[in-house]
């Protein structure tokens, strides 16, 4: 279970390194449902962003990123980044 946290941890450390921590706090929605643990609306909300859907951002690591903190499964996306 520790694990899991410190992986969805680098995720939100990843996305404030890519877009700055004042631009990650605006994802008030999935904020909250990672303050819910809920990781199926927490996907949702964060691929329904400007992060995911504008052309200017990476709209791979918008879903890797996503799919990380929904299922809280690193591999293989984190030893491609070297987190595992």
Known sequence: MIIVIYIRKAILISMCFQMGPETVATFKKALDAISKGDWDKAEIEMLDSDWHNDPRQSKTRAEEHA??????????????????
């Open 67 to 84: 799919q990380v903190m929904k299922t809280g499964e690193c591999a293989p996306y984190c030893s491609l980044k070297g987190w595992s």
